[in-house]
């Protein structure tokens, strides 16, 4: 069903935020709409579906060819955007890298999150990867080392890089949005609002390198690198963790393999 919904966002993106203070919160879409059809010759054209009932506190629903408003809940509402912060990371790494450039993780990433607790591929300090490689372990595992690694690779710093978060939100649409890392863990100046991320998510969907990578529906390995015999398998954690505690069990799994 999740494969399904991800085809469809490709045309029609749904971006609804859910704001929880968790590790990770995510932007979940709850929506059932449905218009009946018509015999044009003895009803009129049909009417605007009702909307749809969402317990969520902001949403909006738009079509990503041409960013027209389909639904919207308080979509100017601002919201911790957490990982989906990524979409953006991972959007201005293919815009400004070659995916097969090698990329080293400083010390200052490869500390940049407490293991135990955080999403992360347990990369150490010095360890070479391919942005490519780095861009799976970020899109399909939010892994947040990655992210900060990234960042330097594209700006020499993650300060830098997030200075061109701001400027790309801006070019996107989004105009309530303010970017303080490149991973999304909290900060009370990382916010960002339902509209803001559709309008994000949109550029990043219309983007087909982002798209081939971010639609990976189970999983991507990691060869061993110059640092670690041990490969990654990467599970998606979209597609593998219906909880939580899924998703710690298979970190806690991944990092003591590489330790």
């Not at 859910?18 to 990770?24: D, G, H, K, P, Y």
């Not at 942005?131 to 330097?152: C, F, H, K, T, W």
């Not at 909290?186 to 803001?196: C, L, Q, R």
């Amino acid at each position: 069903m999740f494969n399904s919904f991800r085809k469809y966002i490709k045309r029609t993106l749904g971006t609804i935020a859910t704001v929880s203070i968790i590790a990770v919160t995510t932007f979940s879409v709850t929506a059932n709409v449905s218009a009946a059809a018509s015999d044009s010759s003895t009803a009129p054209k049909a009417a605007w579906p009702d909307a749809p009932s969402i317990t969520c506190e902001s949403a909006i629903l738009i079509d990503a060819d041409t960013g027209s408003i389909l639904y919207e809940k308080d979509s100017h509402r601002k919201a911790y955007p957490a990982s989906t912060t990524k979409i953006l990371t991972g959007l201005l790494t293919i815009e400004n890298c070659n995916l097969n450039d090698t990329m080293t993780f400083s010390s200052k990433a490869a500390n940049s999150v407490n293991p135990y607790e955080d999403a992360n591929l347990s990369m150490k300090a010095g360890e070479q990867i391919t942005v490519e490689q780095a861009l799976y372990g970020l899109l399909l595992y939010s892994a947040n080392e990655i992210a900060y690694g990234l960042a330097e690779q594209v700006a020499g710093s993650a300060d830098a890089f997030i200075d061109m978060m701001n400027n790309k939100a801006k070019e996107l649409g989004a105009i309530n949005t303010h970017f303080a890392n490149p991973s999304g863990l909290y900060n009370p100046n990382h916010y960002t609002t339902a509209y803001d991320m559709a309008m994000i998510a949109r550029g990043c969907y219309n983007n087909a390198s982002f798209v081939n990578i971010d639609s990976t529906s189970s999983s991507y390995t990691i060869p061993a690198t110059n640092m670690s015999a041990q490969s990654i398998d990467i599970k998606c954690l979209k597609a593998v963790s219906s909880t939580m505690n899924t998703a710690r069990v298979e970190k806690q799994d991944l990092l003591m393999s590489r330790l």
